[in-house]
C-alpha cells in the first residue's frame, strides 16, 4: 500500500479516540476541522481511505450529538400514538 494511504488511514483512525478522549479540548474550529478532514477523505481515490473516511465520519457524529444529548439534558421523546 502506498504510505500516504497508511498516513491518511492512521489519522483516521486517530480521530475518534481525540474526540472521546479529549472532549473539552476538541469544540467549536477543532471539531470543525477534524469533521472537515474525514469529509474531504471520502472523496480520496484509494477505496480503503474513502471507505474509513465514510465510517468514521458517521461514527463522529453519533458521538457529537450524543454529546450533545449528555451535556444539554435533551431528552427525544416518542410522538404520542395516535389513538382513535
Known amino acids: 500500500m502506498y504510505q500516504g494511504h497508511d498516513v491518511q488511514l ?5 480521530l475518534p479516540s481525540l474526540l472521546q478522549n479529549y ?13 472537515q478532514i474525514c469529509s474531504g477523505l471520502q472523496n480520496a481515490k484509494n477505496s480503503a481511505v474513502s471507505n474509513t473516511a465514510a465510517a468514521t465520519l458517521q461514527q463522529l457524529v453519533i458521538t457529537v450529538f450524543d454529546r450533545v444529548v449528555s451535556e444539554d439534558g435533551i431528552v427525544f421523546l416518542k410522538p404520542p400514538s395516535t389513538q382513535s
Not at 492512521?10 to 486517530?14: H, T, V
Not at 472532549?23 to 469533521?35: H, K, N
Open 10 to 14: 492512521k489519522i483516521l483512525q486517530a
Open 23 to 35: 472532549p473539552a479540548e476538541v469544540r467549536s474550529d477543532l471539531l470543525s476541522t477534524i469533521l
